[in-house]
T-cell receptor, first 114, second 113 residues
Framework: NAGVTQTPKFQVLKTGQSMTLQCAQD?????MSWYRQDPGMGLRLIHYSVGAGITDQGEVPNGYNVSRSTTEDFPLRLLSAAPSQTSVYFC?????????????FGPGTRLTVL | DAKTTQPPSMDCAEGRAANLPCNHSTISGNEYVYWYRQIHSQGPQYIIHGLKNNETNEMASLIITEDRKSSTLILPHATLRDTAVYYC??????????????FGKGTHLIIQP
């Protein structure tokens, strides 16, 4: 299993540009989520999904859109990039059932908005 | 989810046991204690979790006090590769819920050679 994969690893955008961060998992997990991590900070939840066709907002959703058309994929779209969105973005997935609720994280996408 | 308090940083000598404390005095009866770590620039990695009994796996041991208001993560024989930020997270099991993990700033554990 590849686990959770993210592309691209690095990206530089200009203010106002749009882009999509890709996330995929091959573990048949129902739950997927996006976090951002700013320097010296813990991770903050952006959006999450409990299954195909179902998404919801996390702590910091503004400026981001998500969709979940398949179990495997959960792309994050930046509609009009702003310097405040410069961050490292992590995608995670897990099963919904069971107390373990272990979340598996991808390697991250490092985004710089100029 | 209950709030957790961790020291910002700790040092430990290589080969010794690393004991990382966490306070969670407002923990509820249905909340679990989870530990994750984040090695520099990588995604967080699950370590262990528990409800009220002590737990051990191939990576670490988790000791939860009887009143469940604090816990300690123990890495029995720390190596340089264990240098990372360690997050203590309290979360209710919610099989249908998905409010994510609440990460604080964690403890930066530095293993000294």
């Amino acid at each position: 299993n590849a686990g959770v994969t993210q592309t691209p690893k690095f990206q530089v955008l200009k203010t106002g540009q749009s882009m999509t961060l890709q996330c995929a998992q091959d573990m048949n997990h129902e739950y997927m989520s996006w976090y951002r991590q700013d320097p010296g900070m813990g991770l903050r939840l952006i959006h999450y999904s409990v299954g195909a066709g179902i998404t919801d907002q996390g702590e910091v959703p503004n400026g981001y859109n998500v969709s979940r058309s398949t179990t495997e994929d959960f792309p994050l779209r930046l509609l009009s990039a702003a310097p405040s969105q410069t961050s490292v973005y992590f995608c995670a997935s897990s099963r919904l059932a069971g107390s373990r609720n272990e979340q598996f994280f991808g390697p991250g996408t490092r985004l710089t908005v100029l | 989810d209950a709030k957790t308090t961790q020291p910002p940083s700790m040092d430990c000598a290589e080969g010794r046991a690393a004991n990382l404390p966490c306070n969670h005095s407002t923990i509820s009866g249905n909340e679990y204690v989870y530990w994750y770590r984040q090695i520099h620039s990588q995604g967080p990695q699950y370590i262990i979790h528990g409800l009220k009994n002590n737990e051990t796996n191939e990576m670490a041991s988790l000791i939860i006090t009887e009143d469940r208001k604090s816990s300690t993560l123990i890495l029995p024989h720390a190596t340089l590769r264990d240098t990372a930020v360690y997050y203590c997270i309290v979360r209710a099991y919610s099989g249908g819920g998905a409010d994510g993990l609440t990460f604080g700033k964690g403890t930066h554990l530095i293993i000294q050679p």
